[in-house]
């Protein structure tokens, strides 16, 4: 449309339409896809919406920008010239989201997922050149080839066309075949891949499977990486997933009561002191085999749970049939999964894009019926946490959160019509209905829950770790009682020793605060709390033996400890150094206590050239802190568990685009520990460790705009002798 221009009495009057600069296109790739997983997952998602069962990602040379190709490759209805010309080149078009909104499900049964017509353009994140193959039944095949660098030429959008070939005769759909074949070439100078960036688009493929047999969708996407097949090596899988769930259940509600319910724990064989059981009632009170069991006729523990919570929170989905609710709950606990999941980064994951609790519509498969239910958007999607589970979690701590639970609602169609979808097919209308229905769903897992919350503490009053007291506040308090207590005849020194505790408290928070919240001395808090405890450690020896002769010199002893201390802290100069250099003077200071214990160091590290800004001495200090701790679980490794007859470090350096890795890996116990607990002041695993060395590595990796990372096996170039013990990756901007 050309510009209008008309004239009244005064005024020029001028019509003109946008125009949009060919460029526009691989910027709104960039912008609205953020990631190369994400461009993926939304291929996939094209894949599933044309009703293919499978989809092939073959991935060669990805490490070559210039000879790497990717291909996509699915078996769906694929399209024809037609879709391709007033579909596919139209960007934001409503095809599918009139699909939605109308409820016009594919032959499979699907509503489409995606919608916003934009997907598409996640090739653009991948790599310049397209080339889309497509073929529908009965119709000829299409080709579309684009180059992205020619957007990026300038001009506008209607200046640069894109070819499109209807073939006479097919070349690559053979045999009646159809579907929809893309291959990505000439890789853009931004991607570079790595074994960790394809595990990462590997668990979004895989996380996009679903999980509930009742939904009857064979939809299956896989992906290779033909010249690395070992990139794939302990990635996990639904199947994978599934197994690790430590909780199933199954419940169905009708009317106002639970009608069958079904609980089963199940904790991992390597808890051998941890009892599994199963709560059963209904019709599941048939099974045999099961540790422990309920009907109506027997009155126990188990169905007091159900009958109290009913009287408290009574259901009421009559007029709605019957309601199954069932699916599987996870523990992330670090001691639970860390000997069990080769994969926690990948289970992580994979609960973080899926878990929640979806809800289907639909009706009994049948021989007429593929796809027998079908999903009720938006409930389960990420972010969506309709029942309140987290909510829940953060009133009452160890009720379950949202990322722990994969569940699935099952409707029957014809029973729910009660239950009205909103104009936009996101979700019900939320009317007295929809209330009941969603009250009676968080009831029934609440009953689930009260078990859950019962199993979860047994095993962990078994395993789990202990957190500790922290260390010279809780000395100084006792000092301080026992000197109220033993000098009380002597008030003139009393005053006087409780001013010089008062000041030595003063002090030391002044320390806390310079350390652990600005990681801005150099100086070991370990140390300095090692020197103090020892001196507390004897004053109160000496007082619980009422020889106070010596009190008031210790203690101003103590005092002017402390207060040296925290007059000594001061700012810590950065400048650019070779990382090199900081590991090798690291383990000059250390080289002594290795030799000691006989640990062998493997100094890949050596190998990079790598220079960052950064504080010598903080990082230097975070970096000995770190192989003390390997040294001391080596140690337990060796003697205590006897996993391992040779102790070794593993230390080296990984460069991508924008940042430093630093890589330390050890083969000792690994970590009991989650990341959240670790980093935490006066939290360890260690026997008589004070929980501070990390927590005070993560705020200086904080202070340099870096991070300190706990990364899976896998995720870095590491040896196969260190997968069970623990890495560390010291991250930083360059």
Not at 79 to 96: C, G, H, P, Q, T
Not at 179 to 184: K, Q
Not at 346 to 364: A, D, M, P
């Amino acid at each position: 449309m050309n510009e209008i221009i008309k004239h009244n009495n005064k005024d020029l009057i001028i019509e003109k339409p946008f125009k949009a600069r060919a460029r526009l296109l691989p910027q709104l790739g960039d912008m609205l896809i953020k990631s190369e997983d994400v461009a993926f997952l939304e291929l996939i998602k094209n894949s599933y919406d044309a009703d293919a069962d499978e989809v092939k990602v073959l991935m060669e040379k990805i490490t070559n920008p210039e000879e790497g190709i990717i291909i996509i490759e699915d078996n769906g209805v694929g399209m024809d010239l037609d879709l391709i010309l007033n579909v596919w080149l139209e960007l934001a078009s409503d095809f599918k989201t009139k699909q939605v909104q109308e409820s016009i499900p594919t032959k499979k049964g699907r509503l489409p997922i995606g919608e916003k017509g934009i997907g598409r353009l996640g090739v653009h994140k991948l790599g310049n050149k397209i080339e889309l193959i497509t073929k529908k039944s009965n119709s000829k095949e299409v080709h579309v080839n684009i180059d992205w660098r020619e957007f990026e030429k300038g001009g506008y959008l209607e200046d640069v066309p894109v070819k499109v070939i209807e073939k006479g005769t097919p070349e690559h759909f053979l045999n009646g075949k159809k579907g929809t074949y893309i291959s990505i070439t000439d890789f853009r100078e931004k991607t570079k891949w790595t074994r960790g960036k394809f595990r990462d688009v590997l668990r979004t493929v895989t996380s996009f499977t679903n999980p509930f047999e009742e939904t009857n969708e064979n939809f299956k996407p896989s992906i290779e990486v033909l010249d690395n097949p070992e990139w794939k090596s302990d990635i996990i899988t639904w199947e994978d997933i599934k197994d690790y769930a430590i909780i199933q259940f199954d419940v169905e509600i009708s009317g106002e009561e639970i009608t069958k319910f079904y609980y089963k724990y199940e904790p991992y064989s390597v808890f051998e002191k941890a009892k599994g059981r199963v709560v059963k009632y209904g019709e599941f009170v048939d099974d045999k085999g099961y540790v422990e069991f309920f009907d109506d006729k027997l009155v126990s523990a188990n169905k007091t749970v159900l009958e109290d919570t009913k009287k408290a929170e009574p259901i009421d989905v009559t007029g709605l049939g019957t309601i199954k609710l069932k699916g599987y709950i996870f523990n992330l606990e670090a001691f639970v999964i860390k000997d069990t999941v080769s994969d926690k980064k990948g289970l992580k994951s994979y609960l973080s894009e899926n878990s929640g609790v979806k809800v289907y519509r639909g009706t009994e498969p049948n021989k007429d019926n593929e796809a027998s239910f079908v999903r009720v958007y938006n409930y389960g999607e990420r972010g969506n946490d309709w029942l309140g589970l987290n909510l829940k979690r953060v009133n009452f701590s160890s009720s379950i959160s949202n990322n722990l639970i994969v569940g699935g609602v099952f409707l029957d169609r014809e029973s729910t019509k009660e239950l009205q979808e909103k104009t936009d097919r996101q979700g019900f209308i939320e009317d007295e209905n929809y209330k009941n229905f969603r009250d009676a769903i968080n009831h029934s897992i609440s009953v689930i829950d009260i078990f859950r919350r019962a199993d979860v503490k047994a095993l962990r009053d078994l395993y789990g770790p202990k957190g500790g007291d922290e260390p010279v506040i809780s000395s100084i308090n006792k000092l301080r009682s026992l000197v109220n207590e033993k000098v009380k005849n002597d008030k003139p020194l009393n005053i006087a020793l409780n001013k010089y505790i008062n000041d030595i408290e003063s002090s030391y928070n002044t320390i806390q605060s310079q350390l652990i919240k600005t990681a801005s001395a150099g100086l070991s808090l370990g140390i300095v709390l090692h020197e103090i405890e020892k001196v507390i450690g004897e004053l109160l020896y000496i007082i619980k033996n009422e020889d106070s002769n010596n009190v008031a010199e210790l203690i101003k002893r103590l005092n002017k400890l402390v207060k040296g201390y925290a007059e000594i802290f001061k700012k810590s100069n950065r400048n650019n150094i070779d990382v090199k250099n900081v590991i090798e003077d690291a383990l000059f200071s250390v080289e002594f206590r290795l030799r000691a214990h006989e640990v062998e160091v493997l100094e890949e590290y050596k190998k990079s050239n790598a220079n960052i800004s950064l504080a010598k001495g903080l990082v230097e200090g975070v970096l000995i802190n770190l192989i003390d701790n390997s040294i001391y679980w080596l140690e337990i490794a060796r003697k205590e568990h006897k996993t391992i007859s040779q102790k070794k470090i593993f230390i080296n350096i990984e460069e991508t685009e924008k940042n430093v890795h630093l890589i330390i890996a050890d083969n000792g116990t690994g970590f009991l520990l989650s990341k959240e607990e670790i980093i935490q002041p006066f939290v360890t695993g260690k026997k008589s460790g004070m929980g501070l060395g990390l927590h005070i590595a993560n705020e200086i990796m904080l202070s340099h705009k870096g991070k300190l990372d706990f990364p899976d096996f896998g995720d870095y170039i590491v040896p196969e002798e260190f997968k069970k013990g623990a890495i560390i990756s010291l991250i930083f901007p360059k």
